[in-house]
């Protein structure tokens, strides 16, 4: 089970960091990752970590502000979002999948498990 929260509404060029708890399972079995959906737009990747925590796999538009992390023996996730824009306007999601050590999770398809999401609102 995937715990979401952390989101809100923060200014253009503001910071929030995004939280995600892990239970059940031995999260040290899973990569994990986020995923965001805007209004009207298809759930698109945002971040990835390896379920060591070694390999982080970043989009784009999140490489140089966004910063994936995990500690608690991989049990919680973090996505520090800093430079906020307001096209990073979403629902923020995390996800997880049992891998292989070193192997990232980068689209929807191969997520196993979901949070409830969390969302995040910038102003202009």
């Known amino acids: 089970q995937l715990q979401a929260s952390g989101g809100g509404l923060v200014q253009e060029g503001g910071s929030l960091r995004l939280s995600c708890a892990a239970s059940?399972?031995?999260?040290?079995?899973?990569?994990m990752g986020w995923f965001r959906q805007a209004p009207g737009k298809e759930r698109e990747f945002v971040a990835a970590?390896?379920?060591?925590?070694?390999?982080?796999d970043y989009a784009d538009s999140a490489k140089g502000r966004f910063t994936i992390s995990r500690e608690n023996a991989g049990d919680t996730m973090y996505l520090q979002m800093n430079r906020l824009k307001p096209e990073d306007t979403a629902v923020y999601y995390c996800?997880?999948?049992?891998?292989?050590?070193?192997?990232?999770?980068?689209?929807?398809?191969?997520?196993?498990?979901w949070g409830q999401g969390t969302l995040v609102t910038v102003s202009s």
């Open positions: 970590i390896s379920r060591g925590g070694k390999v982080r």
């Open positions: 996800a997880a999948t049992e891998t292989i050590s070193g192997e990232t999770i980068t689209t929807a398809t191969r997520v196993e498990f």
């Open positions: 059940g399972r031995p999260s040290g079995y899973y990569a």
